[in-house]
């Protein structure tokens, strides 16, 4: 069984910055991939940021340049900073492991709210 737990959210003001995390735990096997993903109240999940475990990372055009995700492999945990946070990304923010055999496990999500 696998578990990623978030942490890191809450409410910021306009121009703000967060970081989050996700720690992985439990039967994990080799990790090809984690990424962060968002959804907004009416929309889509899609997709934030992403790290494999070569460090190559890709991003959404709507945070390059103020989000950046990291990861620590011997921790199995993947952070996401969030700088410049605008209105628009408020969300949930969920955690996504994908293993080599590319199974896919979700965290719980976590709150983010931009607001004044």
């Known amino acids: 069984q696998v578990q990623l737990v978030e942490s890191g959210g809450g409410l910021v003001q306009p121009g703000g910055s967060l970081r989050l995390s996700c720690a992985a735990s439990?039967?994990?096997?080799?990790?090809?991939?984690m990424g962060w993903y968002r959804q907004a109240p009416g929309k889509e999940r899609e997709l934030v940021a992403l790290i494999t475990s070569s460090s190559t990372t890709d991003y959404a055009d709507s945070v390059k340049g103020r989000f950046t995700i990291s990861r620590d492999n011997a921790k199995n945990t993947v952070y996401l900073q969030m700088n410049s946070l605008r209105p628009e990304d408020t969300a949930v923010y969920y955690c996504k492991m994908t293993t080599i055999f590319n199974t896919n496990y979700w965290g719980q999500g976590t709150q983010v709210t931009v607001s004044s």
């Open positions: 439990g039967s994990i096997f080799k990790i090809k991939a």
